[in-house]
C-alpha cells in the first residue's frame, strides 16, 4: 500500500504539449504539495493545497495548474510544456500545514520536455 | 534565494564509523530544521527534526545539532552503515512553507 502515489513514474512529451501529473495520499492527510526538482537538485515548493484550498502558490509560470479534487488528490496540470520544465516532480502529503510537520513524498515523476 | 545550503555534494565513511552532513541556513526565522533521506527512484523521508529553540536531538543512531549563532546544523550517524547510503536533505520551516538544501549524497564503504 502505498502512501504517497503519483502517476505517471516517468512522462517524455514534445514541446508545446499539456500533460497531467496525479497524485492520490491514502494516509488522511489534510495537507498536499507540489515539489519540483531541477537539474541542480533544488528541491522547491510550486503550490501546496489545505483541504482542497490553496495556501502555497510560489511563482510559478501559470502554465502550471494544480487541481485539488478532494483533499486526498492533488493533480498538476502544465500546459504548452518548455524545455525548462525538465525536472523530477514530487507529490507530498503532511497531516496539517504547520513548521513540524512531517512531508511523505511520493516516488517522483520524471518529466521529460524534448 | 537559496535559504538552505548543504556545500558538500558529497560523502564517503567507512562502515562503522561517524558520518557527519552539514547544513548552513541564511534566515534566522526557521522554527524547525528537519532531514530526509532518499534513495534512488524513490521520494524524500523524514528521518528527524529540531526546533530551533533545542540544540541536539537523537533518535537512536541519529543525533542533529543546531548551532542557531552560527546558522549551522548537522547530523551525525554513528555507526554508519551501508544501508545508510543514500542523498540527505536538509529542510528548514517556518509557517507552513519548507526549504531544501541541494543534498549531500552519503556512502557508507563495508
Known amino acids: 500500500d502505498t502512501a504517497v502515489s503519483q502517476t505517471p513514474k516517468y512522462l517524455v512529451t514534445q514541446m508545446g504539449n499539456d500533460k497531467s501529473i496525479k497524485c492520490e495520499q491514502n494516509?488522511?492527510?489534510?495537507?498536499m504539495y507540489w515539489y519540483k526538482q531541477d537539474s541542480k537538485k533544488f528541491l522547491k515548493i510550486m503550490f501546496s493545497y489545505n483541504n482542497k484550498e490553496l495556501i502555497i502558490n510560489e511563482t510559478v509560470p501559470n502554465r502550471f495548474s494544480p487541481k485539488s479534487p478532494d483533499k486526498a488528490h492533488l493533480n498538476l496540470h502544465i500546459n504548452s510544456l518548455e524545455l525548462g520544465d525538465s525536472a523530477v516532480y514530487f507529490c507530498?502529503?503532511?497531516?496539517?500545514?504547520?513548521?513540524?510537520?512531517?512531508?511523505?513524498f511520493g516516488s517522483g515523476t520524471q518529466l521529460s520536455v524534448l | 534565494d537559496q535559504q538552505v545550503k548543504q556545500n558538500s555534494p558529497s560523502l564517503s565513511v567507512q562502515e562503522g564509523r561517524i558520518s557527519i552532513l552539514n547544513c548552513d541556513y541564511t534566515?534566522?526565522?526557521?522554527?524547525?530544521f528537519l532531514w530526509y533521506k532518499k534513495y534512488p527512484a524513490e521520494g524524500p523521508t523524514f528521518l528527524i527534526s529540531?526546533?530551533?529553540?533545542?540544540d541536539k536531538n537523537e533518535d537512536g543512531r541519529f543525533t542533529v545539532f543546531l548551532n542557531k549563532s552560527a546558522k549551522h546544523l548537522s547530523l551525525h550517524i554513528v555507526p554508519s552503515q551501508p544501508g545508510d547510503s543514500a542523498v540527505y536533505f536538509c529542510a528548514a520551516s517556518k509557517g507552513n512553507q519548507f526549504y531544501f538544501g541541494t543534498g549531500t549524497s552519503l556512502t557508507v564503504i563495508p
Open positions: 507530498a502529503s503532511s497531516q496539517n500545514a504547520g513548521p513540524n510537520e512531517k512531508l511523505f
Open positions: 494516509l488522511g492527510h489534510d495537507t
Open positions: 529540531i526546533s530551533s529553540i533545542k
Open positions: 534566515n534566522s526565522m526557521f522554527d524547525y
